[in-house]
């Protein structure tokens, strides 16, 4: 019998396993191995064979696979290594006898271990059970499952054993198959829920192409903490990055690929948004720390559903603010200032003609003016303030009598109270005492809710003073004990302070009457009569 001396095992890994993010370019012819019966090796060949084993040096190559395959004693199968659920690594060696001849076979059991160093360590995976794998010519070809969990990019050894045997001494590191350098495809099942691009050492990116423009479409670029879109044309059209603090950018794909917007976090200092014009000026500025709008010769326009405008603020020279009618058509309120003059307003009746004008300059530096026009824009009433004068062609006032404030002497009084000249005070006024007073001046206004119609007298120092009727109507305190007051009655001043009676001697009552009684009051009462005041 011929003596089994060396036997020497060539390893050769054809293909590497699709990890959780890489796959294999793989060439679409790859051997196959048809399962054999189960048989056993000759006790006579098992110890040479194994000594054999000890001696050989196999080359093994594997990337990291993408999901785990059940552990258990396979027999060596028919497989496609394309297959992404085959998840197998090929393996093959050479048996030889000493003399270099090919072993015929016709079979051995093989079992596989996987470790984290070459010697001694922890097993990673195995044993990995192959039987009844074929020789042919000396040449074992078989596919070895493996699990993606044991390969996390860190170093792995791989032992064999033969047919129940020991664990031959000299494990294999594993090596990067060539294909593995090639991607060339991943699925959604392939891919981690977290993936990670790059390390403490070395910056992560990604680009993805457009393969039909062959230029980039989207760039992840991880030292600029920056995400990028590009355009059909190559230019850059989006960048949103945040090295220091959040900024989005974006370009408007013109020959200079200009940056038109920028909305940035800036920091402590609060939100930006700036709206760039052609020249990338600020044409816009939403500024977060000042919550201010900026704008640059341009306008905000506030349209409604169907687009018409109904607001413009506009800004340059002078800010205005316009509005419009509903249908957009109509201006009807300008708001605003100039340059060299102070703010203005106008409002516009519905044909678009101006009503009034309320100017806050008058010129430059003249004073307030209030203007108000008729319908065909013809200024009928107006009101200067350095002047203090208003014109109009009619003035309607509601209230019922003329009163001018007069500083007065002694308590306070009560409306309706007549009045007289102070004899004792220059300038005052005080209640009328006695019969047929030739110093009556005139009724306190505003007795029984009936409001003066015009009061005059407001100097300083007069705030407080209480309005005189000097003319039209007014209810009076009068007096009736002797004699009853009826309608056309003239009054004068009588023995009650502060209280009007019926005149009845005509000598004594030139230039004491108070007026008319427009009212009547019975004798022997006392209480307000309405008088038509016209002091005689």
Not at 97 to 116: H, M, T
Not at 168 to 191: H, I, K, N, W
Not at 414 to 435: C, F, N, Q, W, Y
Request: aromatic share 4%; hydrophobic share 40%.
């Amino acid at each position: 019998m011929r003596k089994f001396s060396v036997l020497t095992i060539l390893g050769l890994v054809l293909i590497a396993i699709v990890s959780q993010s890489k796959s294999n370019h793989i060439s679409a012819e790859q051997p196959k191995v048809v399962a054999p019966a189960l048989v056993t090796v000759p006790p006579t060949v098992q110890p040479a064979l194994e000594d054999a084993v000890r001696r050989v040096e196999p080359k093994v190559g594997i990337t990291e696979p993408v999901r785990a395959v059940q552990q258990s004693s396979v027999p060596a199968v028919v497989v496609d290594p394309r297959s992404l659920e085959s998840r197998f690594l090929p393996y093959q060696a050479l048996l030889t006898d000493n003399l270099g001849v090919a072993i015929p076979g016709p079979a051995v059991n093989l079992v596989f271990r996987i470790y984290d160093d070459s010697i001694g360590g922890l097993l990673v995976e195995g044993p990995i059970n192959l039987v009844g794998v074929p020789i042919n010519n000396g040449v074992v070809s078989v596919y070895i499952p493996v699990s993606a969990a044991s390969f996390d990019s860190s170093d792995r050894w791989m032992s064999l054993a033969i047919n129940g045997g020991a664990e031959l001494p000299g494990r294999r590191q594993f090596g990067v198959s060539p294909y593995a350098l090639r991607v060339d495809r991943v699925a959604s099942a392939e891919l981690d829920d977290n993936i990670t691009l790059g390390n403490a050492s070395t910056s992560g990116s990604l680009m993805i192409q457009n393969g039909a423009m062959a230029q980039p479409s989207i760039s992840l670029n991880g030292p600029a903490s920056q995400i990028s879109t590009y355009g059909i044309d190559g230019l850059e059209q989006i960048r949103l990055w945040g090295g220091s603090w959040g900024e989005l950018l974006l370009f408007d794909g013109q020959a200079t690929n200009r940056n038109t917007v920028l909305l940035s976090a800036q920091s402590s200092t609060g939100g930006l948004l700036n709206l760039r014009d052609p020249s990338q000026v600020d044409a816009i500025s939403l500024t977060g720390a000042t919550g201010k709008a900026q704008a640059k010769d341009g306008f905000y326009a506030v349209a409604t559903i169907g687009g018409i405008v109904e607001a413009k603020l506009t800004g340059g020279t002078g800010g205005n603010l316009r509005t419009y009618n509903s249908l957009g058509t109509i201006e009807t309120v300008v708001i605003g200032s100039s340059a060299s003059s102070g703010g203005f307003g106008q409002y516009k009746m519905a044909n678009g003609s101006i009503g009034a004008i309320i100017d806050g300059d008058n010129g430059t530096n003249n004073g307030g003016r209030v203007s108000v026009n008729d319908g065909t824009n013809v200024e009928t009433a107006s009101m200067t303030g350095s002047t203090g004068r208003v014109v109009c062609k009619i003035v309607q006032i509601n209230g019922a009598d003329l009163a001018e404030k007069f500083p007065i002497s002694g308590a306070k009084v009560e409306p309706g109270t007549v009045m007289e000249i102070d004899p004792e005070h220059s300038g005052l006024l005080r209640m009328a005492k006695g019969v047929y007073n030739q110093r009556v001046a005139g009724v306190v206004s505003g007795a029984n809710d009936f409001p003066a119609g015009a009061i005059l007298g407001h100097l300083p120092g007069n705030e407080d003073a209480p309005p005189i009727a000097l003319s039209g109507r007014v209810w009076t305190y009068c007096d009736a004990s002797e004699h009853a007051i009826g309608l056309g009655d003239l009054l004068t001043t009588s023995a009650t302070a502060g209280h009007a009676m019926k005149a009845v001697d005509r000598d004594r009552s030139h230039g004491a009457i108070i007026g008319k009684a427009m009212s009547g009051l019975e004798r022997g009462k006392k209480g307000l009569v309405l008088v038509l005041v016209n002091l005689q």
